[in-house]
Structures are given as C-alpha cells and as structure tokens.
C-alpha cells in the first residue's frame, strides 16, 4: 500500500512563500511523473506543477515564474516552493506520483488571505 503524506499548507499573506512537501511510502516502484494539483471552491482541479524522473518540468499557466517543483527520487519526495502568493492560490493541493499507478495525496489547504 502507497501513502503520500503532504506538509506544508497554511495560512500566508499575500506576496508570502510556503512549501509544500509530499513524501511516499509503502511498495514504490518506478515512480516516473511527480506532480502537484489544486482545486480551490467550485471550481475545477488544475494542474500546478509536474516533474518527471529525469527532471523536465511543466508549470500551469498561472504560474508565471512563482512556484519551483523539485523532487528527491531515492527519497520519493517531492516539493513545491510557492512564492509571491496571491488570493487566487488560495486552494486545496494535492501531490500526486504516478509510474504503473496513479497515488494522490490527502490534500493540504493553503490559504492566502490578509
């Protein structure tokens, strides 16, 4: 059984930083794509962020430079550094790892908000 544990979310103002963090355990193997998506209120979930093994990466649109994924392959984790956050950030994200099958995460809120 895989289980990803996310850290990271809270509460930030706006133009503050966190950094979501999703670590995998359980029988991994061949973990090939690691990717974080969110999903705020009524709306539907979109892609922030994806990895692959090998290190290329593909940033959502509304990006523009703030977010940087990185991720640990011995480790099975994976980051998400968020800066210069906005109201609109405000969301549930979840990590998701996927090789032979698709594992998701339980979510961590993240809210911006003065």
């Known amino acids: 059984q895989v ?6 979310g809270g509460l930030v103002q706006p ?3 966190l ?10 193997f061949r973990i090939n794509v690691m990717g ?28 523009n430079g703030r977010f940087t994924i990185s991720r640990d392959n011995a480790k099975h984790t994976v980051w998400l550094q968020m800066n210069s956050l ?12 996927k090789g032979p099958y698709v594992y998701w995460g339980q979510g961590t809120q993240v809210t911006v908000s003065s």
């Open 19 to 28: 950094r979501l963090s999703c670590a995998a355990s359980g029988a991994i």
């Open 36 to 63: 974080w998506y969110r999903q705020a209120p009524g709306k539907v979930r979109e892609l922030v962020a994806i990895i692959t093994a090998g290190g290329s990466v593909h940033y959502g649109n509304f990006v």
């Open 3 to 8: 289980q990803l544990v996310e850290s990271g």
């Open 86 to 97: 906005e109201p609109e950030d405000t969301a549930v994200y979840s990590c998701q790892m």
């Open 15 to 17: 133009g503050g930083s």
